[in-house]
């Protein structure tokens, strides 16, 4: 099994940050640190862990704000010199105590704050720690956001349609944002073609969540990004629709050209093995036949109801593909679906009900049955 996340905040990684803390500063008291960013560190989850680690930074540091983030800018190592984030593991995540440390103290000197933060989203991200200065001030974080859209470095423009996002996993809430969702607009209008996909993604992200809370100003904005698009902008307006897609909203599959109901009928729907044990997999094999006497455009996912520990369900959805299909035509599909505990998702016991999605519209195909891990699954 992996080891926790948390364990990535060890007494040895509390050891690195004050050798690299003591050699910006000398006068650092690099043990006095060490035990108290140490003390409970074991009983807490990551987050957690990168509190306690800035509160003692906090302790530690020189009182003065500004003589304080001096001495932490000193002792960042060198910036990402590539475009993704990919590949680095929880590596970047060394730096997650220095934005706390900077949302926590840094409120009352505002510019020399988001300076800092541009420092540390090149190494990590400040997608956190900027929403505690956009909620304070969102006019000043703007005028900075606007000019960080141009900037040369990536990860200082992905910061800008990152930390906007209305919904940002982990993040906390900022009901302006909420409140202001075409101010953000006028930020991702200056991403939409960026040259970087970790830039991309971002936008189409932040649309993405848009679309949850204002529908309406997300399909606006794909609609209009839609006409004459390059590959690249195509991509990001549909990885945007995503959700909408798989929510079966009308005006996002037909923005992605599977508007029309398609006319289709459900067959020879398998499941191997029909009987599977947690931690293991199902294959889900169906036929779509043609009902019609015209080429169909087709997208095709699987809805599973996955029952939960109260014995309540939730749907998951899985992309299976995107076919044309013949007048009269039939075609053979199917999705592997995993049963692996995840940190986001543990199966559990009990009946899963599937339906077929064909461009929105849900096909009942039946279900299978989830055991417990080491019950034996039949074939």
Same mark, same amino acid.
């Given at each position: 099994?992996?080891?926790?996340?948390?364990?990535?905040?060890?007494?040895?990684?509390?050891?690195?940050?004050?050798?690299?803390?003591?050699?910006?500063? /000398?006068?650092? /008291?690099?043990?006095?640190?060490?035990?108290?960013?140490?003390?409970?560190?074991?009983?807490?989850?990551?987050?957690?862990?990168?509190?306690?680690?800035?509160?003692?930074?906090?302790?530690?540091?020189?009182?003065?704000?500004?003589?304080?983030?001096?001495?932490?800018?000193?002792?960042?190592?060198?910036?990402?010199?590539?475009?993704?984030?990919?590949?680095?593991?929880?590596?970047? =995540?060394?730096?997650?105590?220095?934005?706390? =440390?900077?949302?926590?103290?840094?409120?009352?000197?505002?510019?020399?704050?988001?300076?800092?933060?541009?420092?540390?989203?090149?190494?990590?991200?400040?997608?956190?720690?900027?929403?505690?200065?956009?909620?304070? &001030?969102?006019?000043?974080?703007?005028?900075?956001?606007?000019?960080?859209?141009?900037?040369?470095?990536?990860?200082?423009?992905?910061?800008?349609?990152?930390?906007?996002?209305?919904?940002?996993?982990?993040?906390?809430?900022?009901?302006? *944002? &909420?409140?202001?969702?075409?101010?953000?607009?006028?930020?991702?209008?200056?991403?939409?073609? &960026?040259?970087?996909?970790?830039?991309?993604?971002?936008?189409?992200?932040?649309?993405?969540?848009?679309?949850?809370?204002?529908?309406?100003?997300?399909?606006?904005?794909?609609?209009?990004?839609?006409?004459?698009?390059?590959?690249?902008?195509?991509?990001?307006?549909?990885?945007?629709?995503?959700?909408?897609?798989?929510?079966?909203?009308?005006?996002?599959?037909?923005?992605?050209?599977?508007?029309?109901?398609?006319?289709?009928? *459900?067959?020879?729907?398998?499941?191997? /093995?029909?009987?599977?044990?947690?931690?293991?997999?199902?294959?889900?094999? =169906?036929?779509?036949?043609?009902?019609?006497?015209?080429?169909?455009?087709?997208?095709?996912?699987?809805?599973?109801?996955?029952?939960?520990?109260?014995?309540?369900?939730?749907?998951?959805?899985?992309?299976?593909?995107?076919?044309?299909?013949?007048?009269?035509?039939?075609?053979?599909?199917?999705?592997?679906?995993?049963?692996?505990?995840?940190?986001?998702?543990?199966?559990?016991?009990?009946?899963?009900?599937?339906?077929?999605?064909?461009?929105?519209?849900?096909? /009942?195909?039946?279900?299978?049955?989830?055991?417990?891990?080491?019950?034996?699954?039949?074939?």
């Amino acid at each position: 099994m992996a080891e926790p996340l948390k364990n990535f905040f060890s007494v040895e990684l509390v050891a690195r940050l004050a050798r690299d803390i003591a050699r910006a500063h /000398p006068a650092f /008291p690099a043990r006095a640190f060490q035990r108290d960013a140490t003390k409970g560190l074991s009983e807490r989850e990551l987050l957690d862990r990168g509190k306690l680690i800035a509160t003692a930074l906090a302790r530690h540091l020189p009182p003065s704000y500004p003589d304080a983030i001096a001495i932490l800018l000193r002792s960042l190592g060198e910036p990402r010199t590539g475009d993704e984030n990919l590949g680095e593991g929880m590596a970047p =995540f060394f730096y997650l105590p220095h934005t706390i =440390f900077v949302a926590e103290h840094g409120l009352d000197n505002f510019d020399l704050s988001l300076r800092a933060q541009v420092e540390l989203t090149k190494r990590f991200t400040a997608e956190f720690s900027i929403r505690h200065f956009i909620a304070k &001030d969102p006019e000043r974080c703007w005028t900075a956001f606007a000019r960080w859209a141009r900037d040369t470095n990536p990860h200082v423009r992905r910061l800008v349609s990152e930390g906007t996002r209305i919904r940002l996993p982990w993040g906390m809430r900022v009901p302006w *944002l &909420d409140r202001n969702p075409h101010r953000i607009v006028e930020l991702l209008e200056l991403l939409a073609d &960026d040259p970087a996909p970790v830039v991309r993604r971002s936008v189409a992200n932040n649309l993405n969540d848009l679309g949850k809370l204002h529908p309406a100003v997300c399909f606006e904005v794909c609609e209009r990004w839609l006409v004459d698009a390059p590959a690249e902008r195509r991509a990001l307006v549909e990885h945007a629709l995503r959700h909408a897609i798989k929510r079966g909203e009308a005006k996002a599959l037909a923005l992605v050209g599977y508007g029309t109901s398609a006319k289709v009928a *459900l067959e020879a729907v398998e499941f191997s /093995p029909p009987v599977v044990a947690i931690g293991g997999s199902v294959a889900i094999t =169906f036929a779509l036949r043609s009902n019609s006497s015209r080429r169909q455009s087709l997208l095709v996912d699987l809805a599973v109801q996955f029952v939960k520990a109260r014995g309540t369900t939730a749907t998951k959805v899985f992309k299976v593909n995107r076919i044309e299909l013949e007048p009269r035509a039939r075609a053979q599909l199917g999705a592997k679906v995993s049963l692996a505990v995840h940190t986001t998702r543990k199966p559990n016991p009990g009946a899963h009900t599937v339906e077929v999605l064909v461009n929105g519209v849900s096909l /009942p195909a039946g279900s299978f049955m989830v055991v417990a891990a080491g019950a034996r699954a039949k074939r």
